[in-house]
């Protein structure tokens, strides 16, 4: 009996082997774009991204990183409930799925690990403080611009990227545009002579302060925060048309006019042209005759101006050296002092598309390797910005000290180089 119940239970096991061994040998069908065919990106080649502060220029943003093939994003922060809803349903939409995350604190979305890398929209008074928070916490950051408020943010920046070593991009988009390419070329490449003049547009010099705007009946915390929203700003009762303006509380207090807003593309070109990534002018001069002027240690001077440019769009550049000239704007038109600097010259690409920027800045998350507007070039190109800010604002010349970052014998724009940040916030 003992016999016969073992061979029934050898039968039952060898059965159970062949059935096992069909299964395992059926064809097991993996899909092709987890492999990577057919368009499909590999899991370990795939960037997760989180969003803060995605209003009207983030929306804009976070569409160019939503036709990389390679991004997956997960997770929207914003302190405008309407906002978190639109970006969740924009993202939701893309992929299908109801699985966008969405946080009024910032904080929330830095602590999630499966994050690589955060695009920062928010206005100026955020976009240090949010940048810097986020490289401590590990992650990657494309912020838009001006990607600080003051000196002191532009070198905290630079320092905290260095140290972390995580990848910044900061929004001067036109750093990876054809024409402005182009041009810079030119000027680097000796084809203008002696460079002896970079002019860029600034939009406006006024410079005042953001004030204080009359008290409106506040609306729920969930519904917008605007505790979160003043973040580091110095507090002030709510108002709709703060919370709706764009860009308050720019560099040192100061509003700033276009010097930092529209510097940050045209300045930083400027720095591009003159070989001064990492370094800025000297010397300042305060506005006259509606123009306002620094200069370099190599001698190149740096003009910015609103008036006297050609046709050719909007964020104009010229470089000038001692055998000719080059001007270039926004349409994607390139005019030049000679039709043979024009040889060779790219595609035309009208407007200021963000795409190519966003995809060098994923090109290098990848490879860990140095963006065009990194957070060094960026740290320069605002201290440019700033220090010509605070000329302005004083309506007197200034000379800075490139290496004790402070200006020479002026206490009074030496203070104009931070700000306090409101409690609990630290850079």
């Keep these: 009996m003992f016999e016969q119940a073992a061979r029934l239970n050898r039968r039952r096991f060898l059965k159970a082997v062949v059935r096992a061994g069909a299964v395992l040998a059926a064809p097991y069908v993996i899909p092709g774009t987890v492999l990577g065919k057919d368009g499909g990106v590999l899991p370990s080649e795939r960037i997760t991204l989180g969003g803060i502060g995605i209003g009207n220029r983030g929306t804009y943003d976070l569409g160019c990183f939503l036709q990389e093939s390679d991004v997956r994003f ?35 979305l830095l602590a999630r690990p499966d994050i690589d890398a955060v695009l920062i929209a928010t206005g100026p008074n955020w976009h240090a403080t949010a940048a810097i928070a986020a490289a401590k916490a590990g992650k990657d950051v494309y912020c838009e611009k001006p990607c600080t408020k003051n000196i002191a943010q532009s070198l905290e920046l630079a320092a905290t990227f260095r140290r972390t070593g995580r990848v910044f991009q900061g929004g001067m988009q036109r750093r990876n545009l054809p024409q402005f390419e182009f041009a810079v070329e030119l000027a680097r490449r000796g084809k203008l002579g002696k460079l002896h003049t970079v002019h860029a547009q600034p939009r406006g010099m006024a410079t005042s302060s953001s004030g204080w705007a009359p008290e409106e009946p506040q609306p729920p915390r969930e519904e917008v925060d605007w505790d979160m929203y003043l973040g580091p700003a110095a507090w002030r009762p709510f108002n709709k048309k703060l919370l709706d303006g764009f860009n308050f509380e720019k560099g040192g207090g100061m509003v700033g006019g276009g010097v930092l807003e529209w510097g940050s593309h045209c300045v930083d070109i400027c720095q591009w042209a003159n070989g001064a990534d990492l370094t800025a002018p000297v010397e300042y001069d305060p506005p006259a005759g509606g123009r306002a002027a620094a200069r370099y240690a190599n001698g190149v001077n740096l003009v910015l101006r609103d008036d006297g440019w050609l046709a050719l769009g909007s964020c104009p550049v010229r470089f000038e050296g001692d055998m000719g000239w080059v001007e270039t704007g926004d349409n994607g038109d390139i005019a030049a002092s000679s039709p043979a600097l024009l040889v060779g010259r790219g595609a035309k690409i009208p407007g200021y598309p963000a795409n190519n920027h966003i995809r060098d800045f994923l090109n290098c998350v990848k490879t860990r390797g140095q963006p065009r507007a990194s957070a060094d070039v960026a740290c320069w190109s605002h201290i440019a910005c700033h220090a010509a800010n605070i000329a302005i604002f004083l309506n007197r010349k200034l000379k800075y000290d490139l290496k004790k970052h402070e200006f020479i014998g002026d206490a009074e724009a030496n203070r104009l180089r931070s700000e306090a940040l409101r409690e609990p916030w630290r850079l």
Excluded: H, I, P, Q
């Design 74 to 108: 997960l997770a929207v922060c914003d302190v405008k409930a309407a906002r978190r809803e639109a970006v969740k349903k924009m993202a939701d939409a893309k992929y299908g799925t109801t699985d966008c995350a969405t946080y009024r604190d910032f904080r929330e």
